[in-house]
């Protein structure tokens, strides 16, 4: 089966650098996925990782290392915006995907 | 351009009775899904379809069914709804791999489902 592992919660404050971890044990690898979902709203798509290394997409960055079964969601010059919850998924065979359990992120002023 | 809808946003049931979430997408997307969020627990899978007229059950079908009879529309049934049912319900849709090679979930506002 698949399993995924993250923080429940981090807290920063504004400007600084914040990393959310996830590790997975999954059967069957296919990349790995992040999102956020604001308190009240739908989750939304940030990034994915399909091989191992960093991409990058403004302040957000997502590392991936397949080797480790290790995965992490990088977040710069951090805004009160940002608070919200983030996810990472997998996606499976059969087109279906399974969610972290999110990590609630508090920006502080 | 509204993406996937979900219909009704809130609704109260009273145990055992049935009910029905309407999930809408106009992108063409082959791929739906329901999940359900529960504090704590993230999203869990209840049944998902990868074309129309084919149905496959997620990770805690039990309770629900679903039907996809038309490209555009999933429909996820509670026969006897529980307390345990209590939940914010997100439908999502998705296509092909887009070029990166990442399959993109976009998801509808969510529909909250309370039963006494």
């Known amino acids: 089966g698949q399993s995924l592992e993250q923080p429940s919660e981090v807290t920063a404050v504004e400007g600084a650098i914040v990393q959310i971890n996830c590790t997975y044990q999954?059967?069957?690898?296919?990349?790995l996925s992040w999102y956020q979902q604001h308190d009240g709203g739908a989750p939304t798509f940030l990034s994915y990782n399909g091989l191992d290394g960093l991409e990058e997409t403004g302040r957000f960055s997502s590392f991936l290392s397949r080797s480790d079964s290790y995965g992490y969601l990088l977040l710069q010059e951090l805004q009160m915006k940002d608070s919200a919850s983030y996810f990472c998924?997998?996606?499976?065979?059969?087109?279906?995907?399974?969610f972290g359990p999110g990590t609630r992120l508090s920006v502080l002023p | 351009n509204a993406g996937v809808t979900q219909t009704p946003k809130f609704r109260v049931l009273k145990t055992g009775q049935s009910m029905t979430l309407l999930c809408a997408q106009d992108?063409?997307?082959?791929?739906m899904y329901w999940y359900r969020q529960d504090p704590g627990m993230g999203l869990r899978l209840i049944h998902y379809?990868?074309?129309?007229?084919?149905?496959a059950k997620g990770e805690v079908p039990d309770g629900y069914n679903v039907s996809r009879l038309k490209k555009q529309n999933f429909l996820l049934g509670l026969e006897s709804a529980a307390p345990s049912q209590t939940s914010v319900y997100f439908c999502a849709s998705s296509s092909s791999r887009d070029r990166s090679g990442a399959n993109v979930l976009t998801f509808g506002a969510g529909s909250r489902l309370t039963v006494l």
């Open positions: 992108m063409n997307h082959e791929y």
């Open positions: 379809s990868v074309g129309e007229g084919t149905t």
């Open positions: 998924a997998v996606p499976r065979l059969g087109q279906n995907f399974v």
């Open positions: 999954t059967s069957g690898f296919y990349g």
